[in-house]
């Protein structure tokens, strides 16, 4: 164990992790979990330290679970490295000096996981909340843009508190990871202290932009049933008028706006 470096993926569900999580799998210096046989190779998956993120609300309400967040405080830390570890290795080439995990929920947990592996560095991928919280309306149409939104809100506000403690860590974009693709991997690397050897092809741009339409159109609740969607649309619009009005100052705060993408909004 002593003998890698660790690095730990995380960031809202769809936001961009996986891409992310590929682009580093495919630098020669380093080892990303493989055939594993379970959902994108997220190492919550493989391991009985906390417990997985749809456990705790995800992907909707992870963040409004008091019980996500893990620091180097929880009682679990004791015998977490050991167990993790255990649970991993046979997916990682341990031939290879950076070992890295993906998994989600590792927005709320990074300072255990520093605890575990203090030889550890930490990417978040942040990804515009608007988008984020459509992409998750795909997987679960019960739940409100309104909960997403508060979702994405309370997961920041706890990474933001937790990157004072934590000792290397590093907060991306994935707008701007696809918008420039070379830069970004460069950086990632520089970042890593490797040396060049990621596939910045990984990285495509354009899968906000459907969402950012569906939203402006006030259509994200339409479905197949004509005689329901003019209701359906009411419902948007007023959801819609809503979240822009209470949320635009808070999403300010981490850099995103409901203006930037040539959105109405409310607020002031």
Known sequence: MDDHRYVFIGGMPRSGTSAVYRLLGSHQEISR???TRVIEDEGQWLQNVYPTGPELGAPGRLGLNPLAHLTESSPSL??????LFGAWAPYWDISKPVLCEKSPPNIVRARFLQ??????SFIFVSRHPLAYSLAIRKWDWHVSVLTTIRNWLACYRTLNEDLRFLHR???VRYDDLTRDPAAWTKKLEDFLEVGPGMDSTILRPGHNDRYYRSWS???YRDGREPLRNKAKH?????????VEWRYEREINAYGYSFREFGLSTGAS
């Open 169 to 171: 860590a590093i907060v």
């Open 234 to 242: 009411l419902l948007s619009l007023a959801e819609a008028e809503y």
């Open 78 to 83: 004791a015998t977490a490295r050991e167990r």
């Open 33 to 35: 979990l493989t055939n």
């Open 115 to 120: 605890a575990a592996f203090p030889a550890s």
């Open 217 to 219: 159109a006030r259509d």
